[in-house]
């Protein structure tokens, strides 16, 4: 089956510097999506990028389908920003089922 | 807002003590998922519905059963909880599966006495 690999594993940074998560998959994927898990448990779906570019405020991803890799970018890091971001992915070989990274964990300091 | 809601947000019963999760979803969506995510880790996915189509994953324990008695509605029933399905359940749904997003509801972390 597909693996996802998430880097780094675990990030530290800075209220106010910027950061570069990423994904990296082993076959072509009909979706992947970038999730923020916060401290409480709740999963925000950030973004479905499948290929190209998406900004939402400080936040953007990129995926490169042909590559496969996927990157999030956050500028500006908050406090807020803090918790697990997940990338998952589905591909060719299951339709409907989401396969997981395992994560990269966020500490924004103040 | 169309929306995927989970009830109760926190659930506490005791150790083999039958147990249901609800999920109720506005967004008309023909998937509905259910995960199970234990604390540190990535959610894994027990089973899923495509409409009244049920697909339970390989190595789902048959402790863990799912109703979806209509479009809007789907039960997760935990038959006889141990101290292991201590966890986070997540719902989510996704319009048609592979090409669509899946959208989550905000969980339901189940506590065993």
């Known amino acids: 089956g597909i693996q996802v690999e998430q880097s780094p594993p675990d990030l530290i940074l800075q209220e106010g510097a910027n950061s570069t998560l990423r994904c990296n998959f082993s076959?072509?994927?009909?979706?992947l999506q970038w999730f923020h898990q916060n401290p409480w448990g709740q999963l925000i779906n950030l973004f479905y990028?499948?290929?190209?570019?998406k900004q939402n405020g400080r936040l953007s991803a990129t995926t490169v389908a042909t590559e496969r890799y996927s990157l999030l970018y956050i500028s500006s890091s908050q406090t807020t920003d803090s918790g697990v971001y997940f990338c998952?992915?589905?591909?060719?070989?299951?339709?409907?089922?989401?396969?997981w990274g395992l994560g990269t964990s966020l500490a924004v300091n103040p | 807002d169309a929306m995927v809601i989970q009830n109760p947000r926190y659930q506490v019963t005791q150790f083999g003590k039958p147990v249901t999760l609800s999920c109720s979803q506005t967004?008309?969506?023909?998937?509905m998922y259910w995960y199970q995510q234990k604390s540190s880790q990535a959610p894994k996915l027990l089973f899923h519905?495509?409409?009244?189509?049920?697909?339970n994953e390989a190595d789902t324990p048959d402790n863990f059963q799912s109703r979806r008695p209509n479009t809007s509605f789907c039960f997760l029933d935990i038959r006889s909880p141990g101290l292991g399905d201590a966890a986070m359940y997540l719902c989510?749904?996704?319009?048609?599966?592979?090409?669509?997003?899946?959208?989550f509801g905000d969980g339901t972390r189940l506590s065993i006495l």
């Open positions: 998952a992915v589905v591909y060719a070989g299951n339709n409907r089922k989401l396969i």
């Open positions: 076959d072509s994927v009909n979706n």
């Open positions: 990028i499948p290929s190209g570019t």
């Open positions: 967004l008309n969506h023909n998937v």
């Open positions: 519905y495509y409409d009244k189509d049920f697909n």
């Open positions: 989510a749904t996704s319009r048609e599966g592979g090409y669509q997003p899946q959208h």
